[in-house]
């Protein structure tokens, strides 16, 4: 199984702020199979980036992913107040098809 | 409008049984493989299961292998999760999912790009 270690748990900035999110991954996974989804309270998962630093349809272009191997990262360059969610990561390299514990991107 | 709705949802004693439903609107199931999601309350992501548009290829996570199982209805565009011998811990708001994918040079990349509301199903005596 892949294990997927996202850090830091809760990243608490302001608007306007840069947000750097880290997802680790054990054993490593192709770039090709990482996503990215945030989350708001109450509601169900939305697609940000797929195959590590691709924007899915209508994800603004201040979000950015890279990475590849064992390190990837999400990277939100000025923070909109409607960002303020939880994201998570998941590979879709060997099933189970895992997500990351999640980071909580607070005010 | 690509849509999916879950059902099915509800309070049930632990080892019984349990079906969820997840309906599809504007596109057709049987072109797309499924995943199963789940999210205990305040708690992450757990994905569950995924299904093959031909239903020849379902994985299923080690915490429900053996007691939950997944199959469509083609003629109503709908897909099932049937949850036998729950036990608390499968208490969660679950989600079905659409996988896509698309090529990235040489490569395909796999993603969920369609989510349900998700149903609650609470586990307990």
């Known amino acids: 199984e892949i294990v997927l270690t996202q850090s830091p748990g809760t990243l608490s900035l302001s608007p306007g702020e840069r947000a750097t999110l880290s997802c680790r991954a054990s054993?490593?996974?192709?770039?090709?199979?990482l996503t990215w989804y945030q989350q708001k309270p109450g509601q169900a998962p939305r697609l940000l980036m797929y195959g590590a630093s691709i924007r899915a349809t209508g994800i603004p272009d201040r979000f950015s992913g890279s990475g590849s191997g064992t390190d990837f990262t999400l990277t939100i360059s000025r923070l909109e107040p409607e960002d303020f969610a939880v994201y998570y990561c998941?590979?879709?390299?060997?099933?189970?098809?895992?997500f990351g514990q999640g980071t909580k991107l607070e005010i | 409008q690509v849509q999916l709705v879950e059902s099915g949802g509800g309070v049930v004693q632990p080892g019984r049984s349990l079906r969820l439903s997840c309906a599809a609107s504007?596109?057709?199931?049987?072109?797309?493989?499924m995943h199963w999601v789940r999210q205990a309350p305040g708690k992450g992501l757990e994905w569950v299961a995924v299904m093959s548009y031909d239903e020849r290829r379902k994985y299923f996570a080690d915490s429900v292998k053996g007691r939950f199982t997944a199959f469509r209805d083609n003629s109503k565009n709908t897909m099932y999760l049937q949850m036998n011998s729950l036990i608390t811990e499968d208490t969660a708001v679950y989600y079905c999912a659409r996988e896509s994918s698309e090529y990235s040079g040489y490569d395909v990349v796999y993603y969920l790009d369609s989510w349900g509301q998700g149903t609650l199903v609470t586990v307990s005596s």
């Open positions: 998941q590979q879709y390299g060997t099933s189970p098809f895992t």
């Open positions: 504007g596109f057709t199931l049987n072109n797309y493989a």
């Open positions: 054993p490593s996974v192709s770039s090709n199979y």
